[in-house]
């Protein structure tokens, strides 16, 4: 079945020790997303990629970077977690246009901050 | 700004009807999407309105007016499985800007 899949499901890290958090995709989608979730809140977008163009928002750390090496895959760096860091990180994947907006979302890493 | 405001809460009984309501504003509008969360699990999809009216599916409708800015996601013949949080997102114009509301947890009693 096409999906989308993040690895690890769970990652626990030490203050300040960098972190990559890893999707993949096999919908053959040109966006792929990721947003981080904290409880009982909205999903917040950090940045996305359409094909190799690169959008952050505006509001994104500089602590979090992204990579995107090809179609299918898509890494999330966090190069010095703080303890406000921990949360559910969700990769999504989506074509373009109208209800091709619609994501589809990897199971989610969740990742705690000793 | 950009806004989307959802009830925090709502608790309905198996077999009944609810209403979730959505109001939005956002500074365009591309089309909006209903998805469902279970506790600790990805959001997934459930409905997408992009024009004025009721679409059905299934046991679950979504019902949009973009002049009033508001939604609605109807869950009928509500089940024990139906507990989730339900969250309301508006694509903005401009491509690839989703605007998701923080999503209403329902809670199905029996």
């Excluded at chain 1, 993040?6 to 947003?35: A, D, E, I």
């Excluded at chain 1, 500089?62 to 090496?69: A, C, K, L, V």
């Amino acid at each position: 079945d096409a999906m989308v899949i993040q690895n690890p499901r769970y990652q626990v890290t030490q203050f300040g020790k960098p972190v990559t958090l890893s999707c993949s995709q096999t919908l053959n989608h040109n966006v792929m997303y990721w947003y981080q979730q904290k409880s009982s809140q909205a999903p917040k977008l950090l940045f996305h990629y359409y094909d190799k163009d690169f959008n952050n928002e505006a509001d994104t750390p500089d602590n979090f970077q992204s990579r995107r090496p090809n179609t299918s895959f898509c890494f999330l760096d966090i190069r010095s977690p703080g303890l406000g860091d921990a949360a559910m990180y969700l990769c999504a994947t989506s074509r373009v246009g109208g209800e091709a907006d619609t994501q589809y979302f990897g199971p989610g890493t969740r990742l705690t901050v000793l | 700004g950009q806004n989307i405001d959802q009830p925090t809460e709502m608790t309905a009984t198996e077999g009944a009807i609810v209403q979730i309501n959505c109001t939005y504003q956002t500074s365009g509008f591309n089309g909006l999407f209903w998805y469902q969360q279970h506790a600790g699990e990805a959001p997934t999809f459930l409905s997408y309105n992009v024009l004025d009216g009721l679409e059905e599916k299934g046991r679950f409708s979504s019902f949009l007016s973009r002049s009033k800015g508001y939604s609605y996601l109807l869950l009928k013949e509500l089940q024990m499985k139906d507990s989730a949080s339900y969250l309301c997102a508006v694509s903005d114009t401009g491509g690839f800007k989703t605007i998701f509301g923080a999503g209403t947890r329902l809670f199905v009693k029996a």
